[in-house]
């Protein structure tokens, strides 16, 4: 398998579950970093992480919570979700950080009901 | 904060029609990026600029980085229907901040 997998692909899930987005990496790079879809509004850039070091947290809400085991794998465990937590939830990864040239996986489309 | 505003926000054209695309700003970028998504899928890179003036062409794509550094255009010739998706610009802010647009959305009829 190549590029940056995303798994689930969709994802329904109650206010009160707890569930967790997996994001794998096959391309030897240093960088992790989780990105927000909403309709209509830019790329929200949440999480970033190098060499499995957190080194940017934009203001997330702790209900999200990122993890990083190496450098290869990242995950967003999700807790007590809202309805407007609703989105694609974007992997990527680049050969440092904050590097432009970052490779996106296909995203989670998240439903929270 | 910094803010990226594309333009058109979506664009319906017949398929060989020529396409043009612009995002604009009100601070200075250091590089600017412009990416495609296709439905059901992240972002792929088309173009990277990285100085004010350049031009750059990548197949039936043309993008420029803009005289003031606070623009940039993406031009796509001879429409075809796999060019349907949604286009992202983003700027390099202070060399360590990656901005994204909120895209236009393109639909080309057969």
């Known amino acids: 398998e190549t590029g940056v997998t995303q798994t689930p692909r969709h994802l329904v899930m109650g206010m009160t579950n707890k569930k967790s987005l997996k994001c794998e990496q096959h391309?030897?790079?240093?960088?992790m970093y989780w990105y927000k879809q909403s309709a209509k509004k830019p790329l929200e850039l949440m999480f970033v992480y190098s060499l499995e070091e957190r080194v940017e947290n934009n203001s997330v809400p702790s209900r999200f919570s990122p993890e990083c085991p190496n450098s290869s794998h990242l995950f967003l465990h999700l807790h007590t979700l809202q309805p407007e937590d609703s989105a694609l939830y974007l992997c990527?990864?680049?050969?440092?950080?904050?590097?432009?040239?970052?490779?996106f996986g296909p995203g989670t489309r998240l439903t929270v009901t | 904060g910094q803010q990226l505003n594309q333009s058109p926000q979506s664009m319906f054209i017949q398929e060989g029609e020529d396409v043009s695309m612009n995002c604009t700003s009100s601070s200075i970028f250091n590089t600017w990026l412009w990416y495609k998504q296709d439905p059901g899928e992240g972002p792929v890179l088309l173009i990277a600029?990285?100085?004010?003036?350049e031009l750059t062409s990548n197949g039936r794509l043309t993008a420029q980085f803009g005289i003031t550094r606070k623009d940039s255009f993406l031009n796509i010739s001879a429409s075809i229907p796999s060019d349907v998706g949604i286009y992202f610009c983003?700027?390099?802010?202070?060399?360590?901040?990656?901005?994204f647009g909120t895209g236009t959305r393109l639909q080309v009829f057969p």
């Open positions: 391309l030897g790079h240093n960088a």
């Open positions: 600029l990285y100085k004010a003036g």
């Open positions: 983003a700027g390099l802010y202070n060399t360590d901040k990656l901005i």
């Open positions: 990527a990864s680049s050969r440092r950080v904050n590097s432009y040239e970052q490779y």
